[in-house]
């Protein structure tokens, strides 16, 4: 059979249901992008100002900056810049510069652009080398940025940066603001390098790490994975942007499905293991959202702390945006398991995936837990022992008998069990499985396993519908060839020859190159010599020979060449030919019958010297599973044969030596035995000397203390026919003992079984018909040994014991006059359990089996009366009581039996004539006159005549 590979036809599909998301995060993206690049800015609604002098407005203007009143401050600061403008006092000028900033920076805190621009263009353009003229200047991009005019914004970033010396944490400021023009631009290329500035320069891991999470983001959406790799440790980092900036986690997902579409496996894991699930980033999110309020609260109260408050409050806007983009996000946290469990799949981390997919099947309603139930059923299949494998196999074709994986489970299932050469389940799965779907996608292949496992079962029937019906509805299927093969195969098998002929004949004419070639010629040769042609096959088999003179088969052949020769009565070609057969590879069944073949050829020749030499090289090789007792016996026979029977009876007493120490070894028993046999043949001196030398080994035996070679000889002596009765009982007294058990022959054991319970040791014959199944369950002791048990159970009440053992005996030895034993207890326990249908059933069955015809048939018949008759059936029952005596006469007891029941039964009948009549032929039978149911028949009959008399 080729090698089915489990997982050929397993294919995992692309994730079902999972690729939608891409598509809506990629929608969603883009606005993601501009909330986070806008900023609400909060400030306390001011109060209107009052007209005053100055000085008091000075002092107002602190009290009212003080307090973050910014819009109230406006008119102040545009009142004081009125009357301080046209002033040339150094003091004036000085404070007329700080005005013009303050009512700038008033206009640009409440969020008035429209005001603050012109406001900082007026304090640039009058104040250009000022105190404040580097803040001035990126404020007015700020402005520009807020007011949605990026390019602008862009340029006067850029105009500050080169007119101004900024520090650290004012270039990052600048260079962050920079960053959100490009990205509410969608211009990564342009905001990439300024993200790479910020990320190295930031003075603070905050805004250190928010370049890192948007450079990754940069770097996601051009699939540039090493760059993402060297940014891991930031996005790591406790309370990372990326855990919950909605932007980078959607990218993570959009990146790590486009690296999966190109088959870049490792890499999307990677990425999809950066994306946050959506409740994290939701409750990091709020947590931020709250702490950044918490910020602003306290950066209001601390004057001067502007530039902090600004960034706070755009922090707080961005948190606050990626809030409100997270609702448009739908929860995808199944579905990044899923993903994350197929790249396991892929990469071959199969333990990994199977984890994942067994999770979801258990978090998804069934419907849903389909998909996940097989991906992780494949990846079972990758990992051994399959037992799991199999168990979710088996599970999703119970569970989904119309999922749409459903022909690939069942078929990988039986193929597994195919490989396990568990046929039996390969035949129920697949069998299963085409009930379920007759259309099966894979059905001629489930069709070839199911007739090769069936052929393996040795069910050549089935075999032979399933393959046939294969080749009939499929010829030009891959598995023609290979299923033609196994029919033939089954057909001989099952010895229908002309039929395998035909299919190895047309095997060889249409694959003469294919893989089974060499064997389905030598199976065509085989098939004729079943069909008794045997020229033609002597003929097909020399042709095999001379076309494949290295055919491991040769040894097969030649023996069946010597068969041909034997039937023909060509003894010598015959003897030749199985030697020829011995020097070539043969298992050890067909090794066991040439070697026997060809030593009862040479009997047949009564070339008894050459069957002393061939049986003791035979004897010498003891390959294993060789008969050496049989061996043993034909060199006997052949040293008899030459008139050398003292050498014989030593050659016997040699091998119970040689092999007779092994209590299982089954053979000793049957070499005894035959030393017995040949004693009695010998001449009375002959014999007495025979046995006086196997009473010296007995001697050897005891001294070398083998208690198996004791036990041996002792039982041997029993059937010496000069043993006193003295020494008879001293052997008996050794054998009956537990300590014998143990080391007992099973022809021991048997004798215990069969003796014991005489000697009142019924214990010690249950001790031996337990060890016999234990040791011995194989061999035709068996048969005595549940018997014993049997009737045992029975005497004691235990009716399941009984049957079990019954029902053993039936079962395993069919045919023999043990199993008709059997089946007469059996139903005779169930007579006494009034289980009168199970009892008839097992009489039927005893009378169905010619080979038991005899004393049984009459009993049996009787049984099934007594049945009919328990249940009142009695015309039933006077039908078989009369088949006893009518077919079955010569058994004298069961017709008596038979007579006197149909009698009675005809009385509960009321027909009282047949009775009479029935009566009056039972007692005109002489030969029935001293049976004690003649002595009941007359009593009978006494009663009619003094009836009739009245």
């Known amino acids: 059979m080729r090698t089915a590979s489990v997982t050929a036809s397993m294919v995992p599909p692309r994730p079902r249901d999972c690729g939608s998301l891409p598509g809506r995060v990629r929608a969603v993206l883009p606005r993601l992008l501009l909330l986070c690049s806008a900023v609400v800015l909060l400030f306390p609604v001011p109060c209107p100002a009052q007209e005053m002098g100055p000085r008091e ?15 109230e401050a406006v008119p102040l600061i545009q009142q004081l810049i009125e009357w301080f403008k046209d002033s040339s006092k150094p003091s004036l000028q000085r404070d007329l510069e700080m005005l013009r900033f303050q009512l700038g920076l008033c206009h640009y805190l409440t969020g008035d652009f429209a005001h603050s621009e012109p406001a900082f263009k007026e304090y640039l353009a009058k104040h250009r080398n000022g105190s404040h003229a580097s ?12 007011t949605s005019k990026f390019d602008p914004a862009l340029k006067q970033y850029e105009e500050a940066v080169r007119t101004y010396p900024y520090n650290d944490d004012w270039l990052t400021d600048i260079l962050c603001s920079v960053v959100r023009c490009h990205l509410a631009k969608d211009n990564w290329k342009g905001a990439i390098p300024v993200l790479r500035r910020v990320y190295r320069m930031a003075p603070d891991d905050v805004r250190a790490n928010w370049a890192a999470t948007l450079l990754c983001i940069a770097y996601l959406k051009a699939l540039d994975v090493e760059e993402v790799f060297d940014l891991v440790p930031y996005l790591m980092q406790p309370d990372s942007p990326a855990s919950r900036n909605v932007v980078f986690n959607a990218a993570a997902l959009e990146a790590g499905d486009a690296l999966f579409a190109e088959e870049r496996y490792r890499e999307a894991l990677w990425i999809y293991r950066l994306v946050y699930p959506r409740d994290v980033i939701e409750k990091r999110g709020r947590r931020h959202v709250a702490e950044r309020k918490a910020d602003v609260a306290d950066l209001r109260e601390q004057r001067g702390a502007h530039r902090e408050l600004l960034r706070a409050q755009e922090e707080l806007g961005e948190a606050e945006a990626d809030l409100e983009a997270l609702q448009q996000l739908p929860d995808y946290a199944v579905e990044l398991r899923f993903r994350i469990a197929r790249s396991y799949m892929e990469i071959h981390r199969y333990r990994e995936a199977r984890c994942i997919f067994l999770y979801l099947r258990g978090e998804l309603d069934p419907e849903q837990a389909e998909t996940p139930h097989f991906l992780a059923f494949h990846c079972s299949t990758q990992i051994e022992p399959w037992d799991r494998a199999i168990e979710l196999g088996r599970e999703y074709m119970r569970d989904y008998p119309k999922g749409e994986y459903y022909d690939t489970v069942s078929l990988t299932v039986g193929q597994m069990y195919a490989v396990w050469k568990d046929w039996p389940r390969v035949i129920e799965v697949l069998t299963e499985a085409l009930d379920v779907h007759p259309e099966h996608e894979n059905i001629a292949e489930c069709m070839f396993l199911i007739g090769y496992a069936s052929f393996m079962e040795e069910k050549y029937a089935d075999a032979i519908r399933w393959l046939k019906d294969l ?18 195969m089954a057909y001989l098998f099952n010895k229908n020859y002309e039929e395998a002929f035909a299919v190895f004949d047309g095997y060889v004419r249409d694959f003469p190159k294919g893989p089974y070639s060499e064997d389905a010629t030598f199976r065509r040769a085989v098939c004729q010599y079943g069909l008794s042609r045997f020229r033609e096959a002597e003929e097909s088999f020399l042709a095999f020979a001379a076309s494949y003179p290295e055919s491991p088969l040769l040894g ?3 023996m069946m060449l010597a068969d041909i020769s034997g039937n023909f009565g060509a003894l010598l070609r015959a003897v030749e030919r199985y030697g020829e057969a011995l020097r070539h590879e043969l298992n050890i069944e067909l090794y ?14 009564e070339d008894f010297e050459t069957i002393v030499s061939h049986f003791k090289a035979y004897i010498e090789r003891n390959r294993e599973g060789s008969n050496l007792p049989l061996a043993v016996y034909w060199v006997a026979r052949g040293l008899w044969q030459q008139d050398r029977q003292q050498e014989a009876m030593t050659y016997l007493l040699d091998a119970v030596d040689s092999y007779g120490r092994d209590p299982d070894a089954l053979g000793v028993d049957l070499i005894i035995e035959e030393w017995v046999s040949r004693s009695r043949n010998l001449p009375p001196t002959v014999a007495k000397e025979a046995w006086r030398t196997f009473g010296e080994r007995l001697v050897a035996a005891r001294q070398e203390d083998c208690l198996p070679l004791i036990l041996r000889i002792e039982h041997i002596f029993l059937f010496n026919p000069g043993l006193t009765d003295k020494a008879r009982e001293i052997i008996l007294a050794n054998l009956m003992r537990e300590e ?4 007992a022959s099973p022809a021991i054991l048997e004798y215990l079984i069969d003796e014991a319970p005489a000697r009142g040791k019924p214990e010690l014959a ?22 014993f048990l049997a009737r045992r159970a029975i005497e004691n009440g235990d009716t399941a014991a009984a049957e079990e053992q019954l029902r053993s005996i039936r079962e395993v030895f069919a045919t023999s006059l043990e199993a008709a034993r059997a089946l007469m207890l059996l139903g005779g326990m169930y007579m006494k359990q009034r289980r009168f249908s199970d009892a ?19 009993e049996a018949l009787y049984a099934r009366g007594e049945c009919a008759r328990e249940q009142r059936q009695y015309n039933e029952a006077t039908a078989y009581y009369e088949r006893i005596y009518v077919l079955y006469d010569n058994y004298r007891e069961w017709a008596a039996k038979a007579y006197l029941q149909r009698a009675k039964c005809l009385l509960r009948l009321q027909e009282d004539d047949k009775a009479r009549q029935t009566l009056t032929e039972f007692l005109a039978r002489e030969a029935l006159a001293d049976l004690p149911e003649t002595t009941e028949a007359r009593d009978l009959m006494a009663k009619f005549e003094r009836r009739t008399d009245r």
């Open 592 to 605: 066991n019958y040439c070697n026997f073949r060809l030593g009862e050829m040479l009997a047949d020749l």
């Open 57 to 71: 407005t000075q002092d107002l203007l602190r009290r009212v900056l003080n307090q973050g009143a910014y819009a």
């Open 556 to 558: 097969e052949l030649y």
């Open 135 to 146: 803040e001035a200047a990126v404020y007015l991009g700020d402005g520009f940025r807020f």
């Open 766 to 787: 249950a001790l031996a018909a337990e060890r016999i199944l234990a040791v011995f369950p194989e061999t035709d002791y068996v048969l005595s040994a549940r018997m």
């Open 471 to 488: 080749n009939t509805r499929f010829p030009n299927h891959e598995r023609i060839e290979e299923s033609s093969y196994w029919l033939g």
């Open 840 to 858: 008839d059933r097992c009489f039927q069955d005893v009378l169905g089996v010619r080979e038991w015809r005899g004393p049984l048939w009459p």
């Open 740 to 743: 014998a058990v143990p080391e």
